[in-house]
């Protein structure tokens, strides 16, 4: 019995100093640093201050720690270790940035061709995560039919959180080939560049962006002649179109004679038509045997036919413009040319050639053009003549340009004022000058009368240029 109870108080004795030793050795080793957590996260490109996952210092002050978390990297995944030092001995924690939030995403729907391609990034947009994603569609899909396929697409972080969507595809079968156009006749001054992509356009029912194929292979730009230019189109379905368009290499010639003749001639010259008044004049010309130059718009298309009855009875059809909108013509030198070379087309196809005599919208002395081009004038006039065209202004005006049914007598007195050898009289033959037409036959009379003829401008003819002021 003392035995047992002898063995009792030396167990408890025992544990008594164990437990006191144990207090000991935790109180002597146990970190002076209380720290919050052991494991920190912290939520990628977040700030954070280390110095706030301290919990208390045992016997001193935070202001005793110092901290080093330069190995810490804010913008990517992973663990890091952050080290507080205090009291010489280094004490370790770690701050663990993550990513948990979903990525954010817009998806569009496709219509596509039958045939074509798809891939998951084709259907997404404005992606928004703090990681890399990897976008994939949820399983594989089939676009080898026509109709209408819902797909689900995904999007994937770094963190590995993935977001959702439905999307549809509309596949569709294409067999309609594309279409080409601004194949307009070019003509090209011998020795001289060209840009055979200038103007033209191709344009596909599907697909934005069809390709062009351009083979000039054929053309030589040394040599005078008439040669062609293959164009082909191809959409992504593959449906091609080919055509052909007319290059005209012209000789480096200049129309005209800058120096007045000693023989009397009178040029009649018409802009604006044709009209219901191109007739009359073409038969009031009949009458006195004279010849007539006509520079004619693309206004009006309705009377074309005059043109290519002026044409047939010899005289010149010279062009001036094809919509006669100051804003568009005089936008730029491509647009000036561009404008020229519809009018020049629209001509070819009633007399068979495209003129070369030009009569600028305003004349080359015209201001309106600075509104839209400043010197515009200036580099067009130089322009026109390298590349093979001569432009006609005019020394005497009939003054009907200044409005409508400007009276009659006031057109005769303008247009028989000039006496020298050679006049080039402005007049215009468009719908609502009928007073000129009562004008014409008493000017023509005037002028014969003083042993005048009347020609229609040709290459040997006196070039009236006026004063460029743009």
């Not at 977040?46 to 045992?58: L, M, P």
């Not at 330069?70 to 663990?96: A, R």
């Not at 039958?114 to 997404?124: E, K, N, P, S, T």
């Not at 322009?383 to 005769?412: C, F, H, K, M, P």
Request: net charge positive.
């Amino acid at each position: 019995m003392k035995n047992n109870i002898k063995g009792k108080i030396i167990g408890i004795i025992v544990l008594i100093v164990v437990t006191i030793a144990l207090l000991l050795i935790y109180f002597l080793v146990r970190s002076p640093i209380e720290f919050n957590e052991k494991i920190v996260k912290i939520e990628i490109n977040s700030a954070y201050d280390a110095r706030k996952n301290i919990k208390k210092v045992r016997n001193g002050s935070l202001k005793s720690v110092q901290i080093n978390d330069k190995e810490v990297n804010y913008q990517k995944l992973g663990q890091y270790s952050v080290i507080y030092t205090y009291k010489k001995k280094e004490y370790k924690t770690y701050v663990k940035v993550v990513d948990s939030h979903a990525p954010q995403f817009d998806v569009k729907n496709l219509d596509i061709d039958l045939g074509m391609h798809v891939q998951a990034q084709d259907m997404v947009e404005n992606i928004k995560d703090a990681t890399h994603t990897q976008v994939y569609f949820k399983k594989k899909y089939s676009f080898d039919q026509e109709g209408t396929q819902e797909v689900t697409v995904c999007v994937k972080d770094e963190g590995k959180n993935i977001t959702e969507k439905k999307a549809k595809v509309t596949i569709v079968k294409d067999s309609e080939a594309p279409d080409i156009t601004g194949l307009d006749t070019l003509t090209i001054v011998a020795g001289g560049n060209a840009d055979y992509q200038k103007g033209v356009e191709i344009k596909d029912n599907r697909d934005p962006s069809p390709q062009l194929q351009i083979d000039f292979s054929q053309v030589d730009l040394t040599q005078v002649g008439t040669y062609y230019v293959t164009y082909t189109g191809i959409d992504r379905s593959g449906n091609k179109i080919s055509k052909q368009r007319e290059i005209q290499v012209v000789n480096r010639t200049t129309a005209g004679i800058n120096k007045q003749s000693n023989e009397k001639i009178v040029y009649l010259t018409f802009d604006d038509g044709p009209s219901q008044n191109t007739k009359s004049i073409l038969d009031i010309l009949d009458r006195y045997h004279a010849k007539a130059t006509f520079f004619v718009t693309g206004n009006n298309q309705t009377y074309n036919y005059l043109i290519k009855l002026a044409h047939e009875k010899g005289h010149t059809i010279a062009l001036h413009t094809y919509c006669h909108d100051y804003k568009k013509v005089y936008a730029s030198s491509q647009s000036y040319f561009d404008d020229l070379t519809k009018v020049g087309n629209m001509v070819k196809g009633l007399i068979g050639y495209v003129p070369r005599y030009v009569r600028f919208p305003g004349g080359s002395s015209n201001t309106i053009s600075r509104r839209y081009c400043t010197g515009l004038m200036s580099s067009l006039s130089k322009e026109l003549i390298n590349r093979g065209y001569q432009y006609y202004d005019w020394n005497v005006s009939s003054s009907d340009a200044s409005g409508n049914n400007v009276a009659v007598n006031t057109i005769i007195n303008q247009a028989t004022s000039s006496h020298v050898n050679n006049i080039n009289i402005l007049f215009h033959d468009s719908s609502p000058k009928t007073t000129t037409v009562q004008a014409l036959p008493t000017i023509i009379e005037h002028y014969q009368a003083l042993g005048y003829r009347f020609e229609a401008i040709n290459d040997q003819s006196f070039i009236p240029h006026q004063r460029i002021n743009n």
